[in-house]
């Protein structure tokens, strides 16, 4: 039996919903995590695949501590791009068989700067992956808002390494 083209059917002919391994809600998952981490405000990781509908949406945020820089003060302090705060809704949709990923963003950020106002910007990008360790991914954004409006472009290469896993 070839194995791949076996899975490859499987992905192509059934709905998520009607494959062995799906589960509406993670309970296993989740019963381990308050087994280990009973308080709710316990500050965890959980990393999980899975799958949803269409699409899987983030919340994205980021908190600078510390009081805001006066106008001049961010030149000294090298804190050109830091943000006071910055907060955003980000949108992903993997297509398995294509070995693809597609995303896009929106965020607020209020620059550290007092005398900067809110920055509003938005990207959408894609990964793709070439093997299993490599990918390459590249996107284009904009900044909406402020006195530096522009276009931006991203490229990044990841390659995944390890220990040896045995059985």
Known sequence: MDTKKHWETIYRTRPTSEVSWFQPE???SLEL???VAPERAAPIVD???GASGWARFHLNGEYTFGARLGAGEESNAGAAEVSSWLGGIAVDR???LKALLVSGELYA???I????DLEWNTGIGLRYQLDPRFNIDGGIGRRLTGDDRGW???FGTAYAVGLPWRR
């Open 33 to 35: 995590i308050r087994r």
């Open 26 to 28: 993670a309970k296993k």
């Open 109 to 111: 950020r209020e620059p």
């Open 152 to 154: 931006y472009v991203t």
């Open 113 to 116: 700067a007092t005398a900067d």
């Open 94 to 96: 993997t297509f398995p």
């Open 47 to 49: 990393v999980g695949g």
